[in-house]
């Protein structure tokens, strides 16, 4: 990009200049404490994916409208992050800019996890009967903590990634490490979240979670959430009390100072953005709508398609699809075993071919994986056709699916690492405040999402009702914005 050298941006200048509070650059282990609140806040999402897709539909949400359900993350994301990036900038409390976010973030994940968890409970107490094939009132406490949850993720988030990008105050190289460092500890919740959420005892260690409005399933569900709170808060308190933070006394002429309108702020950041940057933003819409697809569904596609089950249907075809979306949580953690090794890599690979390179390259992998989806659920649906439409798919066809979620695993590590190290890259060698400019990324990420919510749900209703029709369509994306990263990025 041509704030980062016109050619490769992993050759960029390795000091930047810099509107943070601090007066050079932190030591890494700081940055890796700060960055080890991400362990907390995937282990919540990986809970998320993997879980709660399938937690709406036992709730009776048809699988047409559960993409729906998942509107609250990209409207709050579209809404929160900029708003909390602009306001982190200008923060003057005595705690710092960054950290009372990062604090509130943390509380507001613990009421939405205890509501998201018990909605099925508050429902039943509500009024909700327990033979109800949807369980109306349950479902909108579930939303309710759902929206309260994803606000308090982009709450988390995207002060975080800020807070890493004012330690490393403009260098550029210690950025992307940075960032990595957020990729990788992304990775250890991921593995933590899916592996709690493929055992499937784990209420036994919390019996008083099983009650006669909550199934063995729902009470593995609050169960993995108990365990994630703990976790966020372990993270997040360890990080605020060892990682200080100045308190922020803006100069008058710097952009940061100026009490610009939030609004205005927003359009003009959007006005005055450069090339790069525009490009940037362009590709990592790309990218998201080729992710969305497979990350809302994937564990749903291993229930449905692989091993033939219903979230609607009788006990035997819950009893499989149940199995199947076990089966996809532990292939998420085979996803981010490869995600935190490929993160520990992430810097070095791009300082030799160029993160241009790298981003396309992976993006390659991304369009093959999601196009081979199709082949391996054709293969599980002739052995049903053959065998039994109750059969248990093959340890080949299981391997299959497995192989590809472990394969996504590199794509997926440059997607958490590169756009967002970037972005960082460019907001201090151009001046404007890292909350604002990681929010108008998150933008590029979230609007994407919303696509994906509205179009999969009725275009897989449209063919049928299965996921494949939403993977194709990411397949196609991801290899457009292959093209796109080789080609137009700078």
Not at 390 to 416: E, N, S, V
Request: charged share 15%; glycine share 10%.
């Amino acid at each position: 990009m041509s704030d980062l050298q016109e050619k490769n941006p992993s050759k960029a200048v390795e000091k930047q200049s810099s509107s943070s509070d601090v007066d050079g650059p932190s030591p890494l282990r700081k940055m890796i404490s700060v960055a080890s609140i991400a362990a907390g806040i995937q282990f919540g999402w990986a809970l998320q994916l993997s879980l709660l897709t399938p937690y709406v539909q036992l709730l009776g949400v048809p699988h047409k409208w559960s993409s729906f359900i998942w509107l609250c993350g990209p409207v709050s994301g579209l809404l929160v992050q900029p708003t909390v990036g602009y306001y982190s900038d200008r923060c003057r409390s005595r705690f710092g800019r960054r950290r009372p976010f990062i604090a509130t973030g943390a509380f507001l994940v613990a009421i939405a996890v205890f509501l998201i968890g018990y909605a099925a409970d508050i429902g039943h107490i509500l009024g909700d009967k327990l033979d109800d094939h949807v369980k109306g009132k349950a479902v909108v406490i579930f939303a309710l903590g759902f929206w309260i949850l994803d606000v308090a993720n982009n709450t988390l988030q995207g002060p975080c990634r800020a807070f890493l990008g004012d330690l490393a105050a403009g260098d550029a190289r210690k950025t992307r490490t940075a960032n990595a460092a957020f990729s990788f500890f992304m990775a250890v919740g991921n593995v933590l979240g899916y592996a709690a959420g493929s055992y499937t005892h784990l209420h036994k260690i919390f019996p008083f979670t099983i009650t006669k409005a909550c199934d063995l399933y729902c009470a593995n569900l609050k169960s993995c959430f108990f365990l994630s709170i703990t976790l966020l808060l372990v993270f997040t308190i360890i990080s605020l009390w060892y990682v200080e933070e100045k308190q922020w006394s803006p100069n008058e002429d710097s952009e940061e100072g100026k009490k610009t309108p939030f609004f205005g702020e927003i359009f003009g950041a959007f006005k005055v953005m450069k090339r790069p940057m525009w490009m940037l933003l362009i590709v990592t819409s790309l990218n998201w709508i080729a992710w969305f697809p497979f990350l809302l569904f994937d564990t749903d596609w291993m229930g449905r398609e692989i091993y033939g089950g219903s979230s609607e249907g009788d006990d035997k075809m819950k009893k499989l699809y149940n199995q199947g979306v076990h089966v996809g949580a532990l292939g998420l953690m085979l996803n981010s075993i490869v995600l935190g090794f490929f993160s520990l890599g992430i810097e070095g690979t791009s300082r030799k071919i160029g993160a241009k390179r790298l981003w396309g390259a992976v993006n390659i992998i991304l369009a093959v994986c999601l196009a081979m989806t199709v082949l391996v659920t054709k293969k599980a649906e002739e052995h049903r056709r053959n065998v039994g439409a109750m059969a248990l798919p093959t340890d080949d066809i299981k391997a299959g699916a497995l192989t590809l979620f472990a394969l996504l695993g590199i794509p997926l590590a440059i997607t958490f690492s590169i756009p967002f190290a970037l972005a960082s890259i460019i907001s201090s060698s151009t001046g404007a405040g890292q909350g604002l400019s990681l929010g108008v990324l998150n933008m590029a990420i979230v609007i994407p999402q919303m696509i994906v919510s509205f179009g999969v749900g009725p275009i897989d209703a449209l063919f049928g009702g299965g996921n494949l029709p939403g993977f194709v369509v990411g397949a196609i994306a991801a290899a457009i914005s292959s093209v796109v990263a080789f080609t137009v990025l700078p």
